[in-house]
T-cell receptor
Framework: DVKVTQSSRYLVKRTGEKVFLECVQD?????MFWYRQDPGLGLRLIYF???????EKGDIPEGYSVSREKKERFSLILESASTNQTSMYLC?????????????FGSGTQLSVL | GESVGLHLPTLSVQEGDNSIINCAYS??????FIWYKQESGKGPQFIID?????DKRQGQRVTVLLNKTVKHLSLQIAATQPGDSAVYFC???????????FGQGTTLQVKP
């Protein structure tokens, strides 16, 4: 089975801090995604990547950046955390060969910015 | 803009009954649809998917129906069990990029 691992289940940070959320997948998937999940808003796409060193903006990229130095790892960076970035962050991956739309998700990181 | 919506935020059913969760989508160019189940404290898990060249697809205890005429998608769960209690999301892909657009989710509550 595909395993997508997010480094932290819960994080508490202060306003203005730089925050790194890490995601690793073990199935050699080409595509990786970062979503945030908020009550009543569903899942919204922040950034995605189709290959190492590649990144594409999703629907809500403001305030975020990403890094994909290795195929299995996709990092989400909050350059200067703000309270409106308090949310559940979900990482996902998919295979270009099998079905690039079928995403496999990690368990999520609940980030609180105080 | 594009949107994917579920008709009801919460659905409560009796254990053993069939459940139907509905979803409306707005983009007629969408060609792929998928249902996810999210249990408390976990990430979304794949349930079933369907492409736009199909009207119906069945899995184990689940069926997805696609009505392209009215841009409507539904998930049917047979003989609902307590373990089916979760939030269910529909999602569509219309840009052929793998970028899924998710609905807001329906919470399914199963009463014993």
């Amino acid at each position: 089975d595909v395993k997508v691992t997010q480094s932290s289940r819960y994080l508490v940070k202060r306003t203005g801090e730089k925050v790194f959320l890490e995601c690793v997948q073990d199935m050699d998937h080409e595509n990786m995604f970062w979503y945030r999940q908020d009550p009543g808003l569903g899942l919204r796409l922040i950034y995605f990547s189709y290959d190492v060193k590649m990144k594409e903006k999703g629907d809500i990229p403001e305030g975020y950046s990403v890094s994909r130095e290795k195929k299995e790892r996709f990092s989400l960076i909050l350059e200067s955390a703000s309270t409106n970035q308090t949310s559940m962050y979900l990482c996902a991956s998919s295979s270009r060969q099998v079905s690039y739309e079928k995403l496999f998700f990690g368990s999520g990181t609940q980030l609180s910015v105080l | 803009g594009e949107s994917v919506g579920l008709h009801l935020p919460t659905l409560s059913v009796q254990e053993g009954d069939n459940s139907i969760i509905n979803c409306a989508y707005s983009n007629s160019a969408s060609d792929y649809f998928i249902w996810y189940k999210q249990e408390s404290g976990k990430g979304p898990q794949f349930i079933i998917d369907i492409r736009s060249n199909m009207d119906k697809r069945q899995g184990q205890r689940v069926t997805v129906l696609l009505n392209k005429t009215v841009k409507h998608l539904s998930l049917q769960i047979a003989a609902t069990q307590p373990g089916d209690s979760a939030v269910y999301f529909c999602a569509e892909n219309y840009s052929n990029t793998g970028k899924l657009i998710f609905g807001q989710g329906t919470t399914l509550q199963v009463k014993p």
